[in-house]
């Protein structure tokens, strides 16, 4: 069992950056692919970015890629997100995921594990 725990979220003007961080503990973070997702508030939670399990690989959607930036620290148990460029449309609560695989997905049901999120606020 993996439990998840997100921080970093905060109010930023558009254009700014954040970084977001995700503390793993209770499993074996580095045998898990580990993934971002986001949802604004009356939309369903979209896919973000995803890392294998190695850090070796990485898969961004569209809407994020060149200004959003997966990593992982596997020897702190802990992941990262590195958000730059902020738009107001990337307003949301970020959630991170484990998944019980070891390559990058972007298919929420692939993702076991959960974080409670944290609100990402941009004004614009």
């Known amino acids: 069992q993996v439990q998840l725990v997100e921080s970093g979220g905060g109010l930023v003007q558009a254009g700014g950056s954040l970084r977001l961080s995700c503390a793993a503990s209770g499993g074996t973070f580095s045998s898990h692919a580990m993934g971002w997702f986001r949802q604004a508030p009356g939309k369903e939670r979209e896919f973000v970015a995803s890392i294998s399990r190695s850090g070796g690989s990485t898969y961004y959607a569209d809407s994020v890629q060149g200004r959003f930036t997966i990593a992982r620290d596997n020897a702190k148990n802990t992941l990262f997100l590195q958000l730059n460029s902020l738009k107001p449309e990337d307003m949301a609560v970020y959630f991170c995921?484990?998944?019980?695989?070891?390559?990058?997905?972007?298919?929420?049901?692939?993702?076991?594990?959960w974080g409670q999120g944290t609100q990402v606020t941009v004004s614009s």
């Open positions: 995921a484990a998944a019980q695989r070891s390559y990058t997905t972007s298919l929420a049901p692939d993702y076991s594990y």
